[in-house]
């Protein structure tokens, strides 16, 4: 059975940025990050790839980045496939829905002792940070 684990939506962030730029009158709009689920899977997608997959971290390195960011579901994801059977099944799924996007982490990576640190890099990406 996979192990599924729903992140938080950005959606309250992006309210209280609303908010907080009204009682700010007479400054200019700040730039915000696009919510919608291609743009925030495309940052996962290339902060992942330099993090994770490009960086020699140990808990990649058995694994590839296969990004799927031309959904036809309407759901962008990227997946950690084992990178000498990358047919076989994905290790790790991000996948985002809607806007703002609802993110969505599971398999079997999240479970284990990298799930944690997963999780918080994904919402870090997903908000609009770049480092690792």
């Not at 996979?2 to 907080?20: N, Q, T």
């Not at 806007?99 to 918080?120: N, T, V």
Request: charged share 20%; aromatic share 6%.
């Amino acid at each position: 059975m996979p192990f599924s684990h729903r992140l938080p939506a950005m959606s309250s962030l992006v309210i209280l940025g609303m908010a907080l730029s009204a009682c700010q009158s007479g400054r200019p709009a700040a730039v915000t990050t696009d919510r919608a689920a291609l743009p925030t899977m495309e940052r996962v997608a290339l902060a992942a790839n330099s993090c994770w997959f490009k960086s020699g971290d140990a808990a990649f390195k058995p694994y590839r980045l296969a990004p799927e960011l031309n959904s036809f579901s309407g759901r962008p994801r990227i997946l950690a496939v084992p990178r000498n059977s990358p047919e076989s099944r994905p290790m790790l799924v991000v996948q985002a829905e809607g806007s703002p996007a609802r993110l969505d982490a599971f398999g079997p990576m999240m479970s284990g002792p990298d799930g944690e640190r997963i999780k918080r890099d994904v919402l870090r990406w997903a908000g609009g940070a770049t480092g690792c």
